[in-house]
Every structure is written in C-alpha cells, then in structure tokens.
C-alpha cells in the first residue's frame, strides 16, 4: 500500500475520514443467531461471539460474551491524535499499512523521519513505531518501537522492545495514555542508536558471527548458512563489526525478500515471530561477549 503523508492529511481531514483498506465494515454476531458450519455440522453458542466483516461476509474471530468490539479505525485513529500530541516530530512523518489473515490481524507503521539518529557518517536511522490490532485475539491493541535505515526495506529491532499494549482491549481507549507511552520511545530511541554506534566500533570475524548465529532458538543448518551468506554481505558495506551482525540479523528477521513468496503475505506477522527469535540471540552469552569487550 502507498506510503501516506500523516501530517498532510490531517490538515485535509478530520483523522478519523483518513482513509485506510484496515477501515472495512465489521459487526459482531451472537453464535446462537448465526450458527457456524463446520464439515457438515451445525455449531451454535449463546455465550458466544463472532466478529464478522461484512464487505467479505469472512469470519475474523470468535469471542467470549463480554468482548467488546474496537475496531481498526478507531484504534489507529486514536494513535494517530496521540502522535500529535506527543513529542514525536510529526512533520513529514508517513504511515504504511499492511493486513493479514483476511484482515484480522492489522499493521500501521509510521515512519518517523524527522526522528533521526546518525550512527556513522551515511548511516542515518529513523525512528519506526508499529501499531497493532487484531480482531481474533491473536494481537493485542499496542505497539512495538523500532527503527529503519533511511532507504532500507527492512527494520532495525530494537534489544528490549517488546509488544508494549495500549491498555485492556474495550470501548475505552485512552489517548492520554498513548501519548505518555509514545514519549517514553523517543529516549529508548536513543540509547539504542549510542549502542549502535559502540557495535560499529568493535571488530569481529566470520567465526565470531556464525557462533552467534548458532545461537538462534530454533536454528538449523538453513537459517545459519543463509545468516553467514547475508552476513558476508553486509560487511562488504559496513565493515567486519558487531554492528553488521547485529544488522544482520535485523535483515533476516523484517525484510520480506528474506521469505518464501508463499509466506509473504504473512509478513508482518512472521517478523513479530522472528524479531522474538533474534531478541533471544542477542541476550545469548556469545552476543553479549561480543559487544561487551
């Protein structure tokens, strides 16, 4: 999806008439009313719940009797006014949106360029915020930081963050909450980026790195021959360094082209899995060695 000027747009518009393809038409159905057929076989449940898009008439999750719907537009438009109102730069900033699982599971990610951070000279990184929602439960309603080389595809995972959630997922969504919540990025911005430029500074070799990719939870001989190929590469660009294992790993876990085509329309998701997997590598003993020295 194109790429959407934030600031721009709130000056054409309210921010809740900016339009996004995650803003389709939902309603929540009682599984007594609306049985579900499975195999032939007629479920119903009085104490049950199922959100349905209508536009598609697909199902996007089933819920317990006290769920209460929040929808995609109300989520993000409520970010949205937060990022106004916080002391993220919003000039020039720009939103991408992305789905999956037909549209249960929705991503906005802003792209902060006017929060920059210079790790060596070239080398300019922007503050990323991911903003999640999910109609089957299987996301909550919050955010993960991160960051981006400018004119990179893929993301720069930041050591501790984690899905921080907006709060419990009901009717009552907090924008003053949001905005103490996105003023705490800013400062953890950072002091990842003074990490960054320490990585940059400490030389390493193909050993080192490939111990490290070792290290992986649920490696094989696959991912690490691919891990130490992509490695290679990225310090014919950057250097022999920490920093490139570390970008290394960064490529491996956000950039699509790193997945099959089959699996490319769960990117988003599959980066949520990933970035897990290498936040593990890199509390490992050898990492931590490694940047410690």
Known sequence: MPKIDLRARREEAAPELVPSALFFPVKIRSLNNYPVILEGDQYTHPDMKMIVRTDTNNIMGTHGAVYRLVTHERCFT????????????????????SMTHLGARAFRYYECVQNTEVIVP???????????????????????????????????TFGNSRMIAFGKHTTNISVPRIVRQLNSVIE???????????????PIDNHVA??????????????????????????????????????????????????SHAHR??????????????????????????INV
């Open 122 to 156: 070239n080398l300019t990184v922007a503050l990323e915020i991911r903003v999640l929602n999910s109609y089957d439960g299987s996301l909550k309603f919050g955010y993960i930081a991160s960051a981006r080389k400018i004119g990179d595809t893929h993301g720069l």
């Open 210 to 259: 490939s111990t490290i990719f070792s290290r992986m939870p649920n490696s094989n001989e696959g991912i690490q021959s691919k891990l130490s190929t992509l490695f290679r590469r990225t310090a014919m660009e950057y250097g022999f360094n920490a920093w490139s294992v570390y970008k290394t790993l960064a490529k491996w876990a956000s950039d699509p082209a790193m997945l």
């Open 188 to 202: 953890e911005f950072r002091i990842e980026a003074e990490s960054w430029r320490r990585w940059y500074q400490i």
């Open 265 to 290: 329309e769960n990117a988003d998701t599959i980066r949520i899995d990933r970035e897990k997997r290498i936040r593990a590598c890199m509390a490992s003993r050898q990492f931590q060695e490694m």
């Open 78 to 97: 409520a970010v949205n006014e937060a990022i106004y109102q916080s002391n993220i730069n919003a000039n020039g900033i720009e939103f991408n949106d």
